[in-house]
């Protein structure tokens, strides 16, 4: 695949995309298993003013690494690139220590001969890496000289994904049995591709005694307590594919536990909980800086007019309003996002909702009641995928078609979710995404990873969004190399080079605990054929740019303007 850098200012264009968008999906929660919920939770609207932006500029330098299919990609705001031999360095076992001393081991760590990528064809391998002798023996909790001990945990309350999968249909009901295939099959798929030095994932799976939805309303924070404790004590495990609530992941720090799959919390949260919070989930500050950038340069000022509202909204001035979710953290980065807007001259006012998906409908009335009264003519929307559910449909029936937002998370940007809002209202959505457009299901990474391992059956219709958590899990045990802790799990990850690949820009560093790291313009056509499940609604793209935090040129979307 051919990829040319933009002119020096962080836009990338792509020719072609990579496989699929395998989106950053929702994972399912719920009685789910795995780590399938981090996405679906929560997205937020706006940015935490500890993040400082780098991992966003992280393109700004304008250097090329490698993308895996013989492309170039603008280098992103993380540490130096690792050699073939990951942190220790061709011919020795050696890796950088907690205090950043070589802790030397017996084994041996060399390049791979004639081969430069650990998996050939994966945008997002690791440089091959070929080891022998000793990997150190038990170098860490969850890791001994044959296995790392990886925990799921189950939770058996109502979902996201349930509520979708009521809405859209059985495609996308995954129940535990089927996540927990999905995970122990692309566990023997990282253990098979990936190197671990000798040694394997080992999946295990327990019933937890947290609820999710407590969770991620910010409640539950002694089941969630109780259930790390389990993971950290009883089952002894290195990292957990379900770290997927706020109260969950900092408990399993506590157990200094690595945790994979936090929703969408601020840039600060992650460094405050180093090296043990990682996720697919962009971090809250980074995600909302960049719509906020975004609308900044294609909305702004406010008074411009509103062309691509509907009804009698259309082309009057614009006047904005934004909608998060009331969770604390989540609220905190709502002020920091009004303060970036309005610092640059573009007035905002914030509304919120409760994460309860018994009276979403009633809010959503409720609020569409309040937009509309007060003029609002643009809405930016940090919503779970089924808040807009109840929104667009209240928008219709209200008669009342603002602009539509969307900021690329919490699988609003996905095919098969947008399909499943009013299409009168979401014809008028414009916004971004950082997955690179969309393919069938069956040519997905993670779809075609498991069935490798089991042509015989099907995975969970998720399967995407847990190859990519887990993806980031086998990324950062090879980059490790044989030493393998929370510590050198970090310094591999920083050490990862940066690559494009169906998930975005992926690359991280000492402020970059998530992924990814830019975005493109998506619009969305309710009348185009999505070539994910071919059925009819569909996001297109304006360009082949792609775009970094500071780097979205001014000027209106590119947006075909809605009729009507």
Not at 233 to 259: C, H, M, R
Not at 321 to 339: C, D, H, R
């Amino acid at each position: 695949m051919a990829m040319a850098n933009g002119a020096g200012n962080g836009v990338t264009s792509v020719d072609r995309p990579y496989y699929s968008t395998g989106q950053r999906l929702l994972r399912g929660y719920g009685p789910v298993a795995a780590l399938v919920l981090v996405i679906v939770l929560i997205a937020v609207t706006v940015p935490s003013k500890a993040h400082k932006a780098n991992n966003a500029a992280a393109v700004n330098a304008g250097e090329s690494v490698d993308t895996g299919e013989g492309g170039t990609q603008a280098a992103g705001a993380t540490g130096p690139a690792a050699g073939p031999a990951a942190n220790g360095g061709p011919g020795t076992g050696g890796q950088a220590g907690t205090a950043g001393k070589t802790v030397n081991l017996p084994g041996k760590t060399t390049a791979c001969n004639g081969q430069a990528l650990q998996v050939p064809g994966d945008p997002y391998s690791p440089p091959c890496i070929q080891f022998t002798g000793d990997n150190g023996g038990n170098t860490s909790k969850g890791v001994t000289k044959d296995s790392i001990t990886v925990a799921v945990r189950l939770t058996a309350d109502q979902s996201f994904q349930q509520t979708l999968a009521q809405l859209a249909g059985a495609q996308l009901r995954d129940t535990n049995d089927d996540n927990v295939r999905t995970i122990q099959a692309l566990a023997q798929y990282f253990n098979t591709h990936y190197q671990f030095y000798g040694r394997k994932l080992v999946i295990k799976t327990y019933n937890g005694q947290g609820s999710l939805a407590n969770e991620l309303q910010g409640n539950g924070q002694a089941a969630a307590q109780a259930d790390a404790v389990q993971v950290g004590k009883q089952i002894n495990a290195f990292v957990d594919l379900t770290g997927e609530s706020e109260p969950y992941a900092t408990a399993l720090k506590n157990q200094q536990v690595i945790a994979l799959g936090d929703p969408y919390m601020p840039g600060y949260w992650h460094q405050d909980h180093a090296p043990y919070a990682w996720s697919l989930a962009t971090d809250g500050t980074h995600l909302a800086t960049s719509v906020a950038d975004y609308a900044v340069q294609k909305l702004c000022p406010p008074g411009t007019p509103a062309s691509y509202a509907g009804g009698d909204l259309k082309n009057k001035p614009r006047k904005f309003a934004g909608i998060a979710p009331a969770n604390e953290l989540y609220q905190v980065s709502a002020t920091v996002f009004k303060q970036y807007m309005e610092a640059r001259g573009c007035a905002v006012d914030n509304y919120s909702y409760t994460l309860d998906l018994g009276t979403e409908s009633q809010q959503a009335q409720n609020l569409v009641s309040q937009l509309k009264a007060k003029g609002y003519t643009t809405i930016l929307c940090g919503c779970d995928p089924i808040f807009p559910v109840y929104l667009t449909g209240q928008e219709s029936s209200q008669n009342y078609i603002p602009e539509f937002v969307e900021i690329g998370a919490a699988l609003v940007d996905q095919d098969y979710v947008g399909q499943l809002y009013n299409q009168q209202a979401y014809a008028h959505a414009i916004g971004i995404s950082p997955n690179l457009a969309a393919v069938p299901y069956t040519q997905t990474l993670g779809y075609k990873a498991y069935k490798t391992v089991s042509p015989n059956t099907e995975p969970a219709f998720f399967v995407d969004i847990i190859y990519g958590q887990m993806a980031m899990m086998a990324l950062g045990i090879q980059m490790a190399g044989p030493n393998l802790t929370p510590q050198t799990y970090q310094q591999g990850m920083f050490n990862f080079p940066p690559k494009l690949g169906p998930y975005g820009l992926w690359g991280f560093g000492k402020d970059q605990y998530t992924v990814p790291n830019d975005f493109r313009e998506v619009c969305w056509s309710p009348g185009t054929v999505s070539s994910f499940n071919s059925k009819q609604g569909a996001y297109i793209q304006t360009s082949k740019d792609r775009w970094t935090i500071g780097n979205v040129p001014k000027g209106p979307p590119g947006c075909p303007i809605p009729q009507g």
